[in-house]
């Protein structure tokens, strides 16, 4: 059957009507295309010198086309193929099609791909400089005592506290700047009572340091500077709870001791109260020349009633005394048997209204067990003297009203008084009461003194003492002192409280298990951290962050005091048995805190680079100085000079070292009897020379104090003075002499060469026996050489290049003088064969090099010795 062309295009469009896919391009092979098609195939038949295929011819000649015509044609348009067309062609090749489409997707994968890159890069690096911003304006906040966090953190681990930047930690600034001068004497005073503090320490540690007595003089000479006299009673509070019970701190008898304490300053200064008033008030008071006990609390009664205006009229008086008010005086300033004798001799009277009481009274005074609280008022109604339902609800005796006794407890410490002394003598309450009398405890007055917190005891934000003294009344020492280091006038009281409060055993610490924990709560504007048991009121307290904060406050040119108070991180504080804090071992917990002590001087000094002061120093005749660090080394726990040179010299100079301070870091390793670090040390820095001479570089990883210029003179006189002192030199290092000799005979030739001495330069850098320049070009010789580079130092390796092209430019130059010479001779021509032999033998050399230099190495030396053959 014969089709035409045309039947036959229409017959294969109808071949894809039923796709529907508008992904897949439809091929359009109209007439157009099949000519240029076939055109293109005669062309490379007619080119490969074949003729048409006779079914190709039959088919053509069916359709009227001329295969002869066809073929003249196409041979005469065979080079149009070799232009690109103006106008886009479309393949009709499904392979090409194909091959087209997958290489166009794996381009758009690729071009995918790197754009993905790049939004990954922008956006993490927009976060990195972020965090890095955050991160810095933080510290830099901190650092000035104006951060006021609130979220959680961690609190830092002893092991790694002092290597933290203790800036970051935050906290107050203390205002100990030199430009506030009104703080200086006030912080001189404090710090001397710390260095005497250490020193008793040290020369008897088996004694107790009179340390409230130094610090209660300390603030009492800075009355004018604090203007508060309250501040200087905190430190009569704190000597009534000195004693050997209150180091248990946690246990039942340390609460008691606790409470005990505070009841009896409460008493002591209402008594101080009491004849101040009298004292004032001389003839109101009416007391006469030596008063009796009783005498001076009529008086003072008389002082409250007629100048307060107040009548006695609702009070229980019998011959114009008030009675009970007068009794109650007496419990309040702790006159327990005149209390007593008083209420016996009164026995008539108050049994008028009261039968049971004094029967009551008298068993609960001497702790009886036969006491019983029988025969009670039972409404309010019978407690219309406030004095008398003070008393009552102070030893128990009956269920008192709220605000019976407003008028008798009228301040903070009369409120504190009453609580203290209910827990006081809670035993004896429940047993007056048969048992069914709640038992008041310590943690409940603290829980219920947390609640109220600071704005109820001060609301106008005038008296921060006052909340500050109720705190240490009812024995919560950390939030006290952490409460008063907000207030800025007494931050530095509030740093050596605490540290009188960790002397005595008081403070309680953080336990190592707690302190990689976070604590919801935590910032770092405070330096609490949470109780030691679910529930507990009492939390710890971050000392040795106050402490660390307080020393690097001090000035620059209190240092010393800087590393006494660093000395208080190792103050033995509560021992694990009695607080509950931890299994660990007291001596476990000791040498962690000794270790931070030791991570925290070594940070301070190497920020004030005050070594040879607090470390020692080896004088010109070879001596050590003791420095002045070492008397207190004991405290540290350190015993020997190899273990002081082990845990605070070598840490120092190995961190000097890598941070190129060469200067400290010789200094440091010197006096830890480290002479060969010295020398690995100055080899380092003596190849660094060389190598920034190489690459022309101008920076420098040696610090300030010692530039790279300096750094041959360092190392010539060290090495001189190793080698004069015998004790040394036994124990140096060959090598590390060999190298550190060869590093500087290097520089003296190179600096030979800068200043045009080629003779005195090849003379140098023949004597190092570093390269076969005697060889005459002796493979065997340039090989020996070759051996011994691989065993040499990574100063020498690493400047290789250098060197040699500093000798081949030696030889090249001595050369050409030779060569420019006017003379004629056999002295000179043997002269001139000597640096051919020699540039020679130092090219087979270079060859025979195992490790990597730079490309242009060899190129450079290559025209070098053309030149010079």
Not at 102 to 116: C, M, V
Not at 386 to 411: C, F, H, M, S, W
Not at 629 to 635: A, G, I
Request: glycine content about 6%.
């Amino acid at each position: 059957m014969n089709l035409s062309l045309s039947t036959l295009l229409e017959e294969s469009k109808r071949l894809t009507t039923h796709l529907t896919s508008s992904e897949i391009p439809s091929v359009q092979r109209g007439l157009d295309l099949l000519e240029s098609e076939s055109r293109k195939l005669v062309a490379r038949s007619v080119r490969n010198g074949k003729a048409l295929d006779p079914r190709a011819q039959s088919m053509l000649a069916s359709s009227g086309v001329d295969t002869d015509e066809l073929t003249e044609n196409a041979a005469s348009a065979a080079l149009l193929s070799a232009f690109e067309m103006l106008q886009p062609t479309y393949d009709a090749n499904v392979e090409s099609f194909l091959g087209q489409q997958q290489e166009q997707s794996i381009i758009s994968a690729i071009e995918e791909s790197q754009l993905s890159t790049l939004d990954d890069f922008d956006r993490n690096m927009s976060l990195h400089m972020h965090n890095v911003w955050e991160d810095t304006q933080r510290r830099l906040f901190e650092e000035l005592g104006q951060y006021q966090a609130a979220e959680p953190r961690p609190f830092l681990d002893a092991t790694s506290l002092a290597d933290a930047s203790f800036a970051q930690q935050g906290g107050p600034a203390f205002g100990l700047s030199d430009g506030m001068k009104c703080t200086q004497p006030r912080v001189e005073r404090y710090a001397q009572v710390v260095r005497k503090l250490n020193d008793a320490r040290v020369s008897s540690p088996s004694q107790q340091y009179e340390l409230l007595a130094g610090l209660e003089k300390a603030t009492a000479d800075s009355s004018l500077e604090l203007k508060s006299k309250q501040i200087g009673q905190v430190w009569k509070l704190l000597a009534h709870y000195i004693a050997p019970s209150a180091s248990s701190g946690a246990t039942a008898e340390g609460d008691k001791r606790l409470v005990a304490g505070a009841c009896e300053y409460l008493e002591q200064t209402f008594i101080e109260h009491v004849d101040g008033r009298i004292a004032q008030y001389p003839h109101d008071a009416n007391v006469g020349g030596v008063p009796s006990v009783h005498r001076r609390m009529q008086g003072y009664l008389n002082i409250q009633f007629n100048r307060l205006g107040r009548s006695p009229r609702h009070l229980e008086v019998f011959g114009d005394e008030a009675i009970w008010a007068h009794m109650f005086l007496l419990y309040r300033c702790g006159y327990k048997q005149e209390l007593l004798a008083f209420v016996l001799d009164m026995e008539d009277v108050i049994s008028s209204s009261d039968p049971g009481f004094v029967s009551y009274l008298k068993a609960f005074l001497d702790g009886s067990p036969s006491l019983r609280s029988s025969d009670m008022p039972a409404t309010a109604a019978e407690f219309g003297d406030p004095y008398k339902a003070a008393l009552y609800r102070a030893v128990g005796r009956g269920n008192v009203p709220k605000r019976a006794d407003a008028e008798a407890i009228q301040t903070t410490e009369d409120y504190m008084w009453l609580g203290l002394a209910q827990i006081r003598d809670a035993d004896k309450i429940s047993a007056g009461t048969g048992g069914q009398r709640n038992r008041d405890t310590l943690g409940t007055l603290q829980a219920s003194m947390l609640k109220h917190g600071a704005a109820h005891f001060d609301p106008s934000g005038n008296s921060p003492l006052l909340y500050f003294r109720v705190l240490l009344f009812c024995g919560l020492f950390e939030n006290a002192i952490d409460y008063l280091l907000c207030v800025e006038r007494f931050q530095v009281e509030a740093v050596h409280m605490a540290i009188a409060l960790v002397y005595y055993k008081l403070l309680r610490l953080p336990t190592p298990s707690a302190a990689s924990e976070p604590v919801a709560g935590d910032s770092f504007s405070s330096y609490l951290v949470a109780g030691e048991t679910a529930g507990s009121v009492r939390g710890r307290f971050d000392f040795a962050r106050l402490i660390v904060l307080y020393a690097r406050a001090l000035p620059e040119a209190k240092a010393d005091d800087a590393i006494g108070y660093l000395l208080l991180l190792t103050l033995p504080d509560i021992l694990p048995p009695q607080s509950g804090f931890s299994t660990e071992p007291a001596s476990a917990m000791q040498a962690r805190k000794r270790s931070l002590c030791e991570q925290a001087i070594v940070r301070i000094l190497y920020e004030r680079q005050e070594y040879a002061h607090f470390l020692g120093d080896i004088q010109s005749d070879g001596t050590r100085k003791r420095g002045v660090l070492e008397r207190f080394l004991p405290l540290l726990g350190i015993t020997t000079s190899e273990q002081f040179s082990q845990t605070i010299i070598r840490r120092l100079a190995d961190r000097s070292r890598d941070e190129g301070r060469l200067a400290d870091t010789v200094l440091l390793y010197n006096l830890g009897e480290r002479y060969n670090t010295v020398l690995n040390v100055l080899c380092k820095q003596l190849g660094e020379v060389l190598h920034q001479r190489s690459t022309g570089s101008s920076a420098t990883t040696v610090d300030t104090a010692v530039g790279l210029e300096d750094v041959e003179g360092v190392a010539r006189a060290v090495l001189a003075h190793y080698r004069q002192r015998e004790h040394i030199a036994r124990v140096l290092d060959d090598r590390a002499v060999s190298t550190c000799s060869m590093l500087l005979a290097i520089i003296d030739f190179a600096n030979c060469h800068q200043r045009g001495a080629y003779e005195e330069a090849l003379e140098l850098i023949e004597s190092t026996n570093l390269l076969p320049l005697g060889a005459n070009g002796d493979v065997s010789a340039a090989t020996q050489h070759a051996e011994q580079v691989r065993v040499l130092d990574d100063a020498i390796t690493r400047n290789f290049s250098l060197i040699l092209l500093t000798t081949m430019d030696t030889l090249s130059r001595l050369y050409a003088g030779l060569k420019e010479s006017p003379y004629v001779d056999a002295v000179k021509q043997a002269n001139m064969q000597l640096m051919r032999r020699k540039a020679r033998g130092l090219m087979v050399f270079a060859g025979m090099i195992q490790f990597r230099m730079p490309s242009d190495t060899y190129a450079k030396l290559n025209r070098m010795d053309v030149f010079m053959n």
